[in-house]
């Protein structure tokens, strides 16, 4: 029987993707095939600070990575959710929090007990029936325990870190595995003549590097997967209207927030995202409505310390990529798609594209039904991300800038409208298969918007022997109790994981 094992594999282009690829290769791998990468110092990263959503705690256990020496090496946080300030209308603010709401007491979800003692008069959040919001409002942090009987197993957390150092955290750890990087720029991508797949790439230096697997962590341009092969692109910007970003970091103040935060502006959005070492900051915009200019004095006024440098411009097309593997070419990262930072999607959808590739990884016949089903799966993911994303512009009342008006009155894709429409009616989470963000999530953020549903469900009333207004009085006070004990966020690192005073 004929050896069709894949031999050599060539990943273009460094940073975040292209490191976290490798490292997952070699780790999958065990130097069974050759793993080159090649990439340019010249061409530069943001690197303000990465802000992430749980599933990357897997990605890194995956590879043995111990969590207190990854985030002191990356000068890391922990993330207990995002705050959404003046996104449904102004002087508004809500949480979506890492985790479920409360501890469920009944059959009948906890929200609907929620929404009934609201009909009643009752005005607290449902943010309050969150252990992780109980805590980041604290500026607390603990990790969650394992036995489900307590109220500190109902919440999960995630990171912020340096996304630069993350990728050289990640380069040595690959390295030491065997993977070989060159450092220089692809000026040229060489296609096989008989059936058009890439056959080698060609460095600035003249040097050539042939494989049998390439993938195209180039970035926004998709030197492979665009450029050489032409997959074509799936434009969002009618749903998605942002286009820009300007991002700079400040001086750390006294706080050290467990949490993202997301200010929304006239023509875009802010984020913060608090790393050991300073406060990574950026303004996301739609340039039909601010010059770049405007963009970056919005920046700089809403900052809450001095800058560090001087601001950093991003240009970007939400959307995807409408074939994201190709032949012997699979995109990852940025060269995949964009989806704006609004949720903190841009490292796990790098995350499942290499988990996908693994499951489906070929040999060198390269099946087209692996390709067709990596793309299936990883469409539908972008889809029900983005449609997550749109939720947060559509789902507005303010009407006092263009921007806001438009997503507003906007047509929305039919699988959002038939969430917003069964929350709105009935208080329901309708899911779909391969649903990144699960029905807490969607919760958070339809009752965060201020989605106001027409009733909640019957059984409710019907369950007369719950007390549903007592157990929830009694959940409250339980989750502050909980949050209360927990050390500060502070305190939590420098034990744990505080990054070296001299690096």
């Known amino acids: 029987m004929q050896d069709r094992r894949i031999r050599n594999i060539v990943i273009v282009g460094g940073g975040t993707a292209g490191w976290m690829t490798a ?9 069974s095939c050759r793993i080159d990468l090649v990439e340019s110092a010249a061409i530069g990263s943001v690197g303000v600070g990465e802000a992430t959503i749980p599933p990357i705690k897997l990605f890194n256990q995956s590879l043995g990575i111990d969590e207190n020496a990854f985030l002191a090496a990356t000068r890391g946080t922990f993330k207990l959710g995002i705050e959404f300030v003046d996104w449904a209308r102004k002087d508004h603010r809500y949480f979506h929090p890492f985790g479920q709401f409360g501890a469920e007491f009944d059959s009948v979800p906890l929200h609907h007990y929620w929404l009934r003692e609201r009909e009643r008069g009752d005005t607290t959040p449902l943010q309050d029936y969150s252990l992780a919001w ?26 912020h870190f340096d996304a630069i150092r993350y990728a050289h955290f990640l380069r040595e750890y690959a390295e030491q595995r065997g993977v070989v990087r060159t450092e220089g720029k692809v000026v040229d991508v060489k296609l096989r003549g008989e059936d058009g797949y890439v056959e080698s790439v060609r460095m600035e230096s003249g040097q050539e590097f042939a494989g049998d697997l390439f993938i195209d962590c180039s970035g926004f341009r998709g030197l492979l997967i665009e450029q050489a092969l032409g997959a074509g692109y799936e434009n969002w ?12 970091g400040c001086v750390l103040g006294k706080e050290l927030p467990s949490y993202t935060r997301s200010t929304a502006h006239a023509a875009g959005w802010q984020w ?10 950026g303004h996301v915009y739609c340039s039909r409505y601010i010059s770049d200019d405007e963009a970056t004095a919005t920046l700089l006024q809403h900052i809450e310390g001095e800058a560090l440098g001087e601001p950093r411009l991003l240009r970007f097309v939400t959307g ?12 990852i990262g940025l060269s995949a798609g964009f989806m704006e930072p609004l949720e903190s999607t841009s490292i796990h959808l790098i995350q499942s594209g290499i988990t996908r590739l693994l499951a489906l990884f070929p040999d060198r016949d390269f099946d ?7 793309n299936r799966i990883t469409a539908t993911e972008y889809e029900r991300v983005r449609d997550f994303l749109i939720l947060h512009y559509h789902a507005t009342a303010r009407d006092d800038a263009p921007l806001w008006r438009q997503t507003r009155l906007m047509p929305i894709p039919e699988t959002l409208e038939y969430k917003i429409d069964h929350f709105r009616s009935h208080g329901l989470i309708v899911a779909e298969a391969l649903e990144l963000f699960q029905n807490p999530s969607w919760l958070a953020v339809l009752a965060g918007q201020e ?10 009333d019907l369950r007369t022997k719950v007390d549903g207004a007592r157990m929830l009085a009694g959940l409250r006070q339980a989750l502050e109790q909980a949050a209360d004990a927990m050390p500060g966020h502070r305190e939590y690192i420098a034990q744990h994981c505080k990054a070296p005073a001299d690096d």
């Open 23 to 31: 490292a997952a290769l070699a780790n999958a791998l065990q130097g």
């Open 134 to 159: 109980q805590a980041a409002r604290r500026e607390r942090f603990d990790t969650p325990r394992g036995d489900h009987r307590h109220a500190q197993s109902t919440y999960d957390y995630a990171y």
């Open 237 to 248: 910007q009618h749903w998605l209207p942002c286009d820009r970003a300007v991002a700079v």
């Open 272 to 281: 913060r995202i608090p790393l050991q070492h300073r406060m990574g900051n």
């Open 320 to 331: 995807r990529r409408r074939r994201f593997w190709y032949r012997n070419c699979v995109a």
């Open 368 to 374: 087209p039904l692996m390709a067709r089903e990596y």
């Open 451 to 460: 989605i106001r549903p027409e009733r909640h469900a019957p059984l409710a």
